[in-house]
């Protein structure tokens, strides 16, 4: 979303941070899934176990049950709980994500300080795209969070706010 608004309003927008997302378009494999859970999540108005069992592990980085026990069985039961209009409003926020357009041409024209971050081992937005983000956005620097999947503020959260501290210290 910050990389839309950038696109939209680049006068109003001083700097940047994208972190555990990508700006081009989903790959339709991952596009197809994602769509499919989705509907499965607004049909039911839940979350059902299957999809838990299957979205949980793509969160993390790989050790992150073992590591930190308590953080991804919080996460696995706050995803279970969902229900009713909560379900059917993650879903709609979901279709909205995976449908983004692709925003690769227009990054290429950003003039301002960004800072593309990633988990190590994020499994949704693999490092690789990162590193294309980076190379797209021209003065924009890249960061590699260790031990930290897609949600690397919860699993890395001194590391992070290190990070986007410092960041926003030099372009404030």
Known sequence: MGAELTALAPARVKSLVLMDTFVGLEPEVAHAKYFAMLATISELKAV????????VPLFFANNAKQVNTELVENFEAKLSALSGDRAVEV????????GRRDLCDDIEKFALPALVAVGAEDKPRPVLESYLMNDLISGSTINVIPEAGHISN????EYVTAMLTEFLAQHS
Do not use: K, T, Y
């Not at 879903?91 to 995976?98: L, Q, S």
């Open 48 to 55: 059902p176990a299957p999809i838990v069992e299957a979205v």
């Open 154 to 157: 919860l699993e890395q959260p």
């Open 91 to 98: 879903a709609r926020i979901g279709r909205m994500v995976f």
